[in-house]
C-alpha cells in the first residue's frame, strides 16, 4: 500500500489518541487521566495540522486558526478539569478516581 | 249598662289574662297569682253582670258578633260570640261560683309550696269554661272543650308526686278523649253538611231554619237522620265530659285533686259543660225526625243513658266511704238527671238544675273541704264522726246544701229544679222509666246524704283527729256562707208560681201547670230516703271505724259490689285495658322483628357490598397498583446497577459505542 507522508500523519495521531484514551479510561490517578485527556486533544489538534498541511492550499491559515482556538479550549478545559480534581481531593483527601462513587444510583 | 255582645270576649281573657300572670309568677309571688286569679274573676263576674242586664231587655234575641279568624282558601273560617239568656245565666254563675271557690282556695291551699302554680292552673280553667260558654261557633267551643279538659287534667294531678293522682289525671284526660273523639266527628259532620259552625249567623247558622231543615230530610247510615246522627255524636261528648254511663269512670278517680278543684270542676262547671253543650244545640238535638226512616230522636238516647245515669250513681253512692267519693257519685247522679231533663224535652229544667246543683254542689264540696281541712287531710267518714260541736259553722251550710241536694221541699232550690225534672219527665210520651228512674233516685239520694252527714257529724269522735278538729278560718268558712245563701235564694226565681228563669231562658215555652200529686210523692220520697238513713246511721251511731255498716248486714255482696264501684274499672280494664295491652305487644313485636328485621337485613346487605367493595379495592386495585409500582422498581434498580459512580466506567460506554459507531460508518459507506 501506498502510505504518503499524510497517512503517517493520521496513523501517528490515531495511535497517540488511542493511547491517551487508554490512559483516561485506565488510570487510577485523576491527574493522570486528565493528561489522557490532553493527549486526546493533542491528537486532535495533529490530525487538523496534518489535513491543512497536505491540503490543496497551506497558505491560508485556517487549519492553524482550528488548531490555536482548540489549544486555547484545552487549555481552559484543563483549568477546569484541574480545579474538579482539587474538589475532588477536598471531598476525599486524596485523588484516587476509582473512590469517587458518590454519584453511584 | 248596655253590652253588645262584641266586648263577650272580656269575660274569658280577663282569666286568661291571669293566668298568664300567674304562670311567670315565681314561687314566692303568693299575693300577685292570687290576686290577679281573684281580680280577674271578680272582674269578669262584673261583665257577667253587664251581659245579663243586656239579656234581661230582650230575652228572645240571639246577639252575636261574628269575625274571621282566618282564610282557608276561598272559604272563611269565622269565630264569634253569642249572647243570649243561656249564656248570660251561666256566665253569671260561673263567675260567682268561681270567685267564691278562689276565696276558698286561699284558705284551703295556704300551706302548699305550689300555690301559685294552683292559681295559674284556676285561671286558665275559668278562662277555657268562660270562653266555652260564650262561643257561638262550635270551632271555638271545641277548643275551649279540651283547654277545659286539659285544665281539668293539669289541677287533677296538682299533687303530681302521688302516684294515685297523677293516674287520675291520666284516666280523666283518656276517658273524655274518647267522648271527645264523638263531639269532633258530629263537629266535622255538622260543618260538611251544612257548610257552617256558628251557631247563629243571620240565618246561615247551624241552629237556624235553614240548616235544620237541611238535616232532617237526609239519611245516612241505619236509616237515621242526619240531624240525628249528628246530636248522636254530639251526645257522645257531653257522656264523656259529664260523667254519664258508660264514661263515668273518671269523676270519682278525679276527687284526688284538691277539694276546690273538686268543687269547681267536678261539681260546679266542667262536668256541666256537657249539659250546657246539649242544651245550647237543642234545636238540633229537638229536630222533627218525621222524614227519617228511622224516627230516632237523639234525645231519646239523651233520656235513657241520663236516667240510667242517675240511678247508676245513687246506687254506688249509698256504700262509699270517703266523703269526696260520696260527693262525686252524688254528682254523676245529678249530671244523670240533667241528662234526663234534657232528654225528655225540658233544657230549661236542666239549665236550673244545673244552675241549682252548681250553687250546693260547690257548697257540699268546699263543706267537705273544710271538713278534710279540720280533720288533716282524714277524708274516711268511718274515722270521723262528732264534728258537729266543733265545726259549727261548717254543718250548719252542709246541712243545707244536703238538704237542697235531697230535694227537702219549698226552701231549699234543689227540691224545685228537682221537681221540674220529674214535671217534665211526667209529661214525655215515650215512656215512664226515667221517671221511675228519678223517684227511685230520689230515695237514694235523701238517704246517702243523710247517712254521709250521720256518720261525719253526728255520733262521737271516732279518731284522734276527729277529736281534734276545730273551725276553719274565716276566708274558708265565708264563701260557704255565701253560697248556702245562694242555694236558698235560687229557690225564689223557678218555682212554678213564679217561673221567671224558665220564662226567661226560654220566653217562647208555654207555662207548665205544677203537678201537685207529683209533688207530693216526691216529698213523701224524700221524706221515706231520709228516714231510713237517720233511723240506720243518726240513732245508733257507728262505735268504731271498723264496726260493719248496717246496710251490709243486711246484703253484704250487693253493699261489697256497690263499695268496690260495682267492677266497672276491672271491666275496662279486662276488657279494652287487655286489648290494648295486647295490641300493643303485637304493635311492639311488629316493630321489633319485622319491620326492624326489614330495615337491619338491608343494613346487611349494605354492609356486604361495603365489604366486597373494599376487598376489590384492597387487593384487586391497590395490589394490581402495588404490583406494578414493585415492578417498575425492581426495573428501576435493575437499570441503576449500570449507575457504577464512576467516570471512567461512564467513559469506557462512550469509547466502546464511539467504536462501533466508527466501524458502523466504515463498514457501511459514509451517510
Known amino acids: 500500500m501506498n502510505l504518503s507522508p499524510l497517512h503517517f500523519c493520521l496513523l501517528f495521531s490515531s495511535g497517540l489518541f488511542c493511547i491517551g484514551l487508554i490512559g483516561a479510561l485506565s488510570r487510577r490517578n485523576a491527574i493522570l487521566v486528565l493528561l489522557g485527556i490532553e493527549l486526546m486533544l493533542n491528537a486532535a489538534n495533529l490530525n487538523f495540522i496534518a489535513f491543512w498541511r497536505f491540503s490543496p492550499n497551506p497558505e491560508n491559515g485556517h487549519g492553524i486558526l482550528f488548531v490555536v482556538f482548540s489549544i486555547a479550549v484545552a487549555a481552559a478545559e484543563a483549568a477546569v478539569g484541574l480545579a474538579l480534581v482539587i474538589s475532588i481531593y477536598r471531598h476525599q483527601k486524596n485523588i484516587r478516581l476509582p473512590e469517587a462513587t458518590r454519584l453511584k444510583g | ?671
Open chain 2, 1 to 671: 249598662m248596655r253590652l253588645s255582645a262584641q266586648f263577650l270576649w272580656l269575660i274569658p281573657a280577663l282569666p286568661l289574662l291571669a293566668a298568664g300572670i300567674g304562670a311567670f309568677t315565681p314561687r314566692g309571688g303568693r299575693a300577685l297569682a292570687a290576686g290577679a286569679a281573684i281580680t280577674a274573676m271578680a272582674l269578669a263576674f262584673l261583665v257577667a253582670c253587664a251581659a245579663f242586664l243586656a239579656a234581661l231587655r230582650d230575652p228572645t234575641a240571639h246577639l252575636v258578633y261574628n269575625f274571621t279568624w282566618f282564610d282557608v282558601g276561598t272559604s272563611p273560617l269565622r269565630l264569634g260570640w253569642l249572647l243570649n239568656p243561656l249564656t248570660a245565666v251561666m256566665c253569671v254563675m260561673v263567675t260567682f261560683v268561681g270567685l267564691l271557690i278562689f276565696i276558698f282556695s286561699l284558705g284551703y291551699l295556704h300551706a302548699d309550696p305550689n300555690f301559685t302554680r294552683f292559681f295559674c292552673f284556676l285561671s286558665l280553667f275559668a278562662a277555657a269554661m268562660l270562653g266555652l260558654l260564650v262561643a257561638n261557633s262550635l270551632l271555638l267551643l271545641f277548643i275551649c272543650w279540651e283547654l277545659v279538659g286539659l285544665a281539668s287534667y293539669l289541677l287533677i294531678g296538682f299533687w303530681f308526686h302521688k302516684p294515685a293522682a297523677a293516674a287520675a289525671a291520666k284516666k280523666a284526660f283518656i276517658t273524655t278523649r274518647i267522648g271527645d273523639l264523638g263531639l269532633l266527628l258530629g263537629i266535622l259532620w255538622l260543618y260538611d253538611a251544612t257548610g257552617s259552625l256558628l251557631f247563629f249567623d243571620g240565618g246561615n247558622g247551624v241552629l237556624e231554619a235553614k240548616a235544620l231543615a237541611s238535616l232532617i230530610t237526609q239519611t245516612t247510615v241505619g236509616g237515621l237522620a242526619v240531624s240525628t246522627a249528628i246530636g248522636l255524636l254530639i251526645f257522645c261528648g257531653a257522656i264523656g265530659k259529664s260523667g254519664q254511663f258508660p264514661l263515668h269512670v273518671w269523676l270519682p278517680d278525679a276527687m284526688e285533686g284538691p277539694t276546690p278543684v273538686s268543687a269547681l270542676i267536678h261539681a260546679a262547671t266542667m262536668v256541666a259543660a256537657g249539659v250546657f253543650l246539649i242544651a245550647r244545640v237543642f234545636p238540633l238535638m229537638a229536630a222533627d225526625q218525621g222524614l227519617a226512616t228511622v224516627p230516632l230522636h237523639a234525645l231519646t238516647v239523651v233520656a235513657f243513658i241520663g236516667a240510667l245515669t242517675a240511678l247508676l250513681g245513687a246506687v254506688i253512692a249509698i256504700a262509699q266511704n270517703d266523703i269526696k267519693r260520696v260527693l262525686a257519685f252524688s254528682t254523676v247522679s245529678q249530671l244523670g238527671y240533667m241528662m234526663l231533663a234534657l232528654g225528655v224535652g225540658s233544657w230549661v229544667a236542666a239549665i236550673f238544675h244545673l244552675l241549682t246543683h252548681a250553687f250546693f254542689k260547690a257548697l257540699l264540696f268546699l263543706g267537705a273541704g273544710s271538713v278534710i281541712h279540720a280533720a288533716h287531710h282524714e277524708q274516711d267518714i268511718r274515722n270521723l264522726g262528732g264534728l258537729r260541736g266543733p265545726l259549727r259553722l261548717t254543718f250548719a251550710t252542709f246541712a243545707i246544701g244536703t238538704m237542697a241536694l235531697a230535694g227537702v221541699p219549698f226552701v231549699f232550690s234543689g227540691f224545685w229544679s228537682k221537681e221540674s225534672i220529674l214535671h217534665a219527665a211526667h209529661a214525655w210520651h215515650v215512656s215512664m222509666l226515667p221517671l221511675a228512674a228519678g223517684l227511685i233516685a230520689v230515695v237514694l239520694t235523701a238517704f246517702y246524704m243523710t247517712r254521709l252527714v250521720a256518720e261525719t257529724f253526728f255520733g262521737h269522735a271516732r279518731s284522734p283527729v276527729a277529736a281534734a278538729a276545730h273551725e276553719s278560718p274565716r276566708r274558708m268558712t265565708t264563701p260557704l256562707m255565701i253560697l248556702a245563701g245562694g242555694t236558698i235564694a235560687l229557690s225564689f226565681i223557678g218555682t212554678p208560681y213564679w217561673p221567671w228563669l224558665q220564662h226567661f231562658l226560654d220566653p217562647t215555652a208555654h207555662a207548665d201547670p205544677s203537678d201537685l200529686q207529683l209533688m207530693i210523692l216526691s216529698i213523701v220520697l224524700v221524706a221515706l230516703g231520709s228516714g231510713t238513713g237517720w233511723a240506720l246511721y243518726a240513732r245508733h251511731p257507728r262505735p268504731r271505724p271498723t264496726a260493719a255498716d248496717p246496710l251490709a248486714r243486711l246484703a253484704p255482696p250487693i253493699i261489697t259490689a256497690l263499695a268496690a264501684r260495682l267492677h266497672f274499672d276491672e271491666f275496662y280494664h279486662a276488657t279494652f285495658g287487655q286489648f290494648s295491652h295486647g295490641f300493643a305487644r303485637f304493635a311492639d313485636g311488629l316493630d321489633r322483628f319485622i319491620w326492624d328485621g326489614a330495615i337491619r337485613f338491608l343494613a346487611r346487605l349494605s354492609e356486604f357490598a361495603g365489604s366486597v367493595n373494599r376487598d376489590v379495592d384492597e387487593n384487586a386495585l391497590n395490589g394490581g397498583f402495588d404490583a406494578a409500582s414493585e415492578n417498575l422498581r425492581a426495573g428501576g434498580k435493575t437499570y441503576a446497577q449500570a449507575q457504577t459512580g464512576q467516570v471512567q466506567g461512564y467513559l469506557r460506554f462512550v469509547a466502546v459505542g464511539f467504536v462501533l459507531l466508527a466501524l458502523a460508518a466504515l463498514l457501511g459507506g459514509f451517510r
